[in-house]
């Protein structure tokens, strides 16, 4: 069923999946997000990018009901998300949150099957269904190898793609990702980037994702958005919302933008802070 | 398929396990029953237990006590050690157990309070009373502590302990003064906060029992919610699940299994916290395994401090003070064990 939805989803591309508008939200009395507006397409990537600080963490967990927002709204499929309940938005998105507690003595497989919370009765018993979306989920994130290792004696980037397992096994047609690649080296970095990007286009899964690395979000991105100060400054394709100018005004960043001589898609070059120039 | 033999592999340790400690807690069994002044055979126990006209008063009188001081160590010792393994959970914290998390002090108060200033201020207090006063202190006490120990955001390991080490010492002070008050009566008092077993009746351990048997549904439901908050907070909410309603059920469940297993034998200390402690490296933290393991490695903890107690006489030990006709109570031995325990555990903690 879910299948058939992403698949009808996929005929009508310029669907938003997550529609936030006016978001006005922060900690305490101080906002954080002054009136933000962000769309995810469904059965593309989109990607959150901006400064330490300017609210794009804020802006996931405004979307994924982690924070509330003092003003303004965040639509699943044309549902506020507030008038959800937990169980119902978790299965209809996603989250791989930031730094997510790894108890010890867990197996992947263990950790994997929390993924199906939503999906299951009060006493947590899994069906059929429950252990076809445990393997799949297992399977398409190259950890059959290590289904039965406990979580904590795993390197950092097999531990994220259990993270991602996890993800995959509440089988939702969106996911939400804030800065998935914290703490990876450069090639577990990648290799986690590349497989969001298999997800994406093998199985329709509409992505949001915050992203630190500039090159990593114009890699992935059909969409980026530009967050400073708790406004979207940028907004459009990698192409059009990454610009010089951009890069000097927002992340003080003295860079010129080329075209990756394989893809073609945007690579910025840094060349050092603004105050260096 | 090529999962294929490690998980047979993993099924035949897990079945190895299982049958290792049913073995172990069948041999605790009869030991506890069997050995002591009257040694009891199988025959002679089943004799003593119908009060054959072929058992002697001594075999009747000893398969009667033993038994029910035995079946008393089991319950209290798998309520505790399940409500350990439950707070752990729930405070993602490997210090938590009963005694840190102000359950047990706050049972114990109660108990203590109700027993000298209540209502029916007399010792013959029943058993459900006991269970019902201990079982709304201690909540009271565990949501505090809960409380307490989250008003900073994420709960803190050792601003747990300070918060028990304060709260522990609040309690302490206002049943000092209930023993002050309490007469003749604070003798007995002072038997059941140190955790003695002895002279358990029929009507306790079924009332016990029964208390624990109407926790089991909603210590079932306690486990996937307990599975999905060890995750954190945010992947809970992110996997849908409901995080303020779980910690509630989590806490109060623990509560209430704490309460009714020290109801009748009063101060069991640590059990709670040492019990998932032995159990985890052998089972791991999936609830669905640890609960009851961590269960039965409480119920053997209590059944082997029992089993010291009751057979080691303290005139036998080198003792400063004259202990002639005195027992020392199983809770003594659990103090000891888990103390050194808990130091270990902070050691690898901190």
Redesign the interface.
């Known amino acids: 069923m879910k299948r058939a939805k992403t698949t009808s989803s996929e005929a009508q591309p310029l669907e938003a999946a997550v529609r936030a508008s006016g978001v006005i939200a922060g900690y305490g009395d101080t906002p954080l997000l002054h009136g933000v507006d962000v769309s995810a397409m469904s059965g593309r990537i989109t990607t959150l990018v901006g400064p330490n600080g300017c609210g794009k963490s804020t802006m996931l967990r405004a979307c994924?009901?982690?924070l509330e927002p003092t003003s303004g709204s965040v639509l699943i499929d044309g549902d506020d998300v507030a008038s959800l309940?937990?169980?119902?938005?978790?299965?209809r998105m996603?989250?791989?949150?930031?730094s997510?507690?790894v108890?010890?003595?867990?197996?992947v497989r263990?950790?994997v099957e929390?993924?199906r919370?939503?999906h299951?009765g009060?006493?947590?018993m899994l069906r059929r269904r429950d252990d076809d979306a445990i393997a799949r989920a297992i399977a398409l994130t190259g950890l059959?190898?290590f289904?039965?290792r406990?979580v904590d004696t795993l390197s950092g980037g097999e531990r994220q793609r259990a993270?991602l397992a996890?993800?995959l096994a509440?089988e939702s047609p969106v996911l939400l990702l804030d800065e998935p690649t914290n703490h990876l080296d450069v090639g577990a970095q990648w290799e986690l980037l590349e497989l969001v990007q298999q997800l994406n286009r093998n199985e329709g899964t509409t992505v949001l994702a915050v992203l630190h690395e500039l090159n990593h979000a114009a890699k992935l991105a059909d969409h980026l958005i530009v967050i400073d100060d708790g406004r979207v400054v940028a907004s459009g394709a990698p192409w059009e919302a990454l610009t010089v100018e951009l890069l000097r005004d927002v992340f003080r960043l003295d860079a010129s933008i080329i075209a990756d001589p394989r893809d073609g898609l945007p690579v910025i070059v840094q060349h050092g802070s603004v105050s260096s120039q | 398929m090529?999962?294929h033999s490690?998980?047979a592999v993993?099924n035949e340790r897990r079945a190895l396990l299982a049958t290792i400690t049913v073995l172990l807690v069948a041999f605790g069994l009869s030991v506890a029953i069997g050995v002591g002044s009257v040694t009891l055979t199988p025959s002679s126990w089943i004799a003593g237990l119908q009060r054959d006209s072929d058992a002697s008063n001594r075999e009747i009188i000893a398969a009667h006590a033993r038994t029910t001081r035995a079946a008393m160590a089991v319950l209290a010792g798998f309520g505790l050690g399940v409500s350990g393994a439950l707070l752990q959970a729930l405070y993602?914290n490997p210090l938590a157990g009963p005694s840190i998390t102000g359950v047990s002090q706050g049972a114990i108060t109660a108990v203590i309070v109700w027993v000298t200033f209540g209502p029916a201020a007399t010792a013959e207090n029943g058993t459900v009373v006991m269970a019902l006063v201990a079982i709304v202190g201690g909540s009271a006490s565990g949501l505090a502590t809960y409380g307490i120990s989250r008003l900073g955001g994420s709960v803190d390991p050792m601003r747990l302990i300070l918060i028990g080490v304060l709260l522990g010492g609040v309690l302490a002070s206002a049943t000092s003064f209930a023993l002050l008050r309490a007469g003749e009566r604070a003798p007995a008092i002072i038997r059941w906060i140190s955790g003695a077993l002895n002279s358990t009746s029929w009507d306790e351990v079924w009332i016990v029992a029964g208390g624990l048997a109407l926790l089991a549904p909603f210590t079932?439901?306690c486990?996937?919610l307990g599975?999905?908050l060890?995750?954190?907070d945010?992947?809970a909410?992110?996997?849908?699940?409901?995080v303020p309603m779980a910690r509630l059920a989590m806490l109060l469940t623990a509560c209430a299994l704490t309460a009714v297993s020290i109801a009748r034998v009063g101060g069991l200390a640590f059990v709670g916290l040492v019990a998932p402690h032995l159990a985890?490296?052998r089972v791991?933290?999936?609830l669905?395994r640890l609960v009851p393991a961590a269960g039965l490695a409480g119920a053997g903890l209590v059944l082997i401090a029992d089993g010291l107690a009751r057979n080691l006489r303290p005139s036998t030990l080198p003792l400063p003070f004259d202990t002639a006709n005195n027992t020392l109570p199983a809770g003594l031995f659990l103090a000891v064990f888990g103390g050194l325990f808990f130091v270990r555990t902070i050691r690898r903690t901190a």
Not at chain 1, 85 to 91: H, Y
Not at chain 1, 94 to 98: D, F, I, N, S
Not at chain 2, 237 to 242: D, K, N, R
């Open positions: 994924s009901r982690l309940s937990t169980r119902e938005l978790a299965k996603a989250l791989l949150a930031q997510p507690v108890p010890g003595h867990l197996s263990q950790l929390q993924g919370y939503a299951v009060a006493l947590g059959s190898d289904e039965h406990d993270w996890l993800a509440q | 090529s999962s490690p998980t993993r993602r079932l439901w486990i996937p599975n999905a060890a995750l954190g945010e992947s909410h992110a996997i849908g699940q409901s985890r490296p791991g933290s999936d669905r």
